[in-house]
């Protein structure tokens, strides 16, 4: 009899994002550093057949570190982020499945007009050997276009799940 084992692997992109609202001090020391203390140790828990990579946003989004098993490297980079200006979770999100997208062979996303269809649609499946995941570290104040649901629905169209951590407090920072 043969058994199969799960096996933990895939590609973890994690968002961060750098608006200057993540400077609040509502989480001590601020909400950034709290992003940063919990990708830290989400870091050092994967395997190496877990690739990581770093994305972050404000008012655009850029790939910080390409999705890999280097842990140093990965959590050099997490460290020089910075809070920046406005925040758009669309921008976040394109640039994190774009991230993904040059691993995957998948092509890129130029915009989040992308989207073919009028009505949301289910998540399909993950393919197990380009199983993907947005994990969004965000105090969710979007207010730079284009729009984070349209985004969302192409990160579904391509069997993407997002995995939002929200940090904040409705009564405290910015």
């Known amino acids: 009899m043969v058994l199969g084992l799960p096996k933990v692997e895939g590609i973890v992109i994690l ?8 400077s609040a001090e509502d989480f001590e020391p601020t909400r950034l550093e709290a992003a940063k203390i919990v990708a830290r140790d989400f870091v050092s828990r994967q395997p190496s057949t877990v690739q990581v990579g770093v994305v ?3 008012e655009s989004g850029f790939s910080v570190e390409l999705p ?9 980079s997490i460290d020089r982020l910075k809070p920046q200006r406005g925040t758009s979770l669309a921008s976040g999100i394109i640039v994190s499945l774009n991230t993904i997208a040059t691993l995957t062979g998948q092509d890129p ?3 989040a007009d ?4 009028a009505e949301p ?3 399909p499946k993950p393919v197990a050997e380009n199983s993907a995941v947005i994990v969004l570290l965000t105090d969710g104040e979007n ?4 729009d984070p649901l349209a985004a969302a629905q ?3 169209d391509r069997g993407v799940r997002i995995h939002v951590v929200g940090l904040g407090n409705p009564n405290g920072g910015a």
Do not use: H, K
Request: charged content about 10%; proline content about 5%; hydrophobic content about 50%.
């Open 15 to 22: 968002a961060f994002d750098v608006s200057g609202s993540m």
């Open 56 to 58: 972050a946003f404000s």
């Open 68 to 76: 890999s098993n280097d842990q140093a490297a990965i959590l050099a």
């Open 109 to 111: 996303i130029l915009s």
């Open 114 to 117: 992308q989207q073919s269809e």
């Open 121 to 123: 649609t289910p998540a």
């Open 143 to 146: 207010n730079v276009n284009p």
């Open 154 to 156: 192409l990160a579904a």
